[in-house]
């Protein structure tokens, strides 16, 4: 048993020795060696092996820094939850790029992704926002538990999908433009009115109990609740 042990350890030691410090976060590097982007294992990373790699799993890997990020341009998920990463520009040149997951990072109050211009899914809640910029490509927006005050998601005309749970300086959002939308999150806001007559794909939307919903004719047989969901 300890023979097999020591084999165990000086192939780890080995293979560990082998990571060079290919990016500035040696974090970073550790995460990608670990997704196996090093097909060949020759302890680096080459083109052909970028090129390869359309999804990344990094969540809680102790990231402080994506630089290099920009090399892997076939990249079309990234999930970089629970990490510490303030700085995201790295991303800015992923053009195929449409789903981003970056929850839980201690990200500055303002995010400008509106760069990458086929995201069409963002998760991106407790973060500590009260502006974020996006592309109008953008179909799901989760963003609950910032500190949005008005939320003016009309300029995303294809948005399907709006969750702003737990924002609890919110009083406002515009979806008068949003005539794809068919889910709505909104609970434990400060919004006390809510105007979704021209939202009529709408299907199911959480809102609080004392919210006053401004309907059109077609929506006035619904009544004000928690939870409507429209079939």
């Given at each position: 048993m300890k023979v097999i042990a020591l084999m165990i350890f000086a192939l780890t030691f080995l293979?560990?020795?082998n990571r060079k410090e290919i990016f500035a976060d040696q974090n970073f590097t550790n995460a990608l060696f670990d997704e196996g982007v090093d097909e060949n294992n020759n302890g680096t990373f080459e083109i052909?092996?970028?090129?390869?790699?359309?999804?990344?799993r990094l969540t809680n890997r102790r990231i402080s820094?994506?630089?290099g990020i920009e090399?892997?341009?076939?990249?079309e998920e990234l999930s970089i939850n629970e990490n510490f990463i303030q700085n995201f520009t790295a991303l800015?040149?992923?053009h195929k790029l449409h789903t981003l997951a970056i929850t839980l990072n201690?990200?500055?109050n303002k995010i400008d992704f509106s760069k990458?211009?086929?995201?069409?899914?963002?998760?991106?809640?407790?973060?500590n926002l009260n502006e974020i910029k996006l592309n109008d490509k953008i179909k799901s927006l989760s963003i609950g538990d910032n500190n949005f005050v008005d939320f003016d998601a009309s300029k995303y005309i294809n948005l399907e999908t709006l969750s702003l749970d737990g924002?609890?300086?919110?009083?406002?959002?515009?979806?008068s433009n949003n005539s794809k939308l068919t889910q709505l999150y909104l609970y434990q806001t400060a919004i006390s009115e809510l105007d979704i007559s021209n939202n009529n794909l709408l299907k199911i939307m959480y809102v609080e109990p004392n919210v006053r919903l401004i309907k059109n004719s077609v929506q006035k047989n619904r009544l004000p609740s928690q939870k409507i969901t429209q079939e």
């Open positions: 293979s560990c020795k052909e092996e970028y090129l390869k790699v359309t999804k990344l820094s994506i630089s090399n892997f341009k076939n990249l800015d040149s992923l201690p990200t500055k990458i211009d086929n995201l069409e899914v963002l998760y991106a809640v407790r973060l924002c609890k300086q919110l009083k406002k959002v515009d979806i």
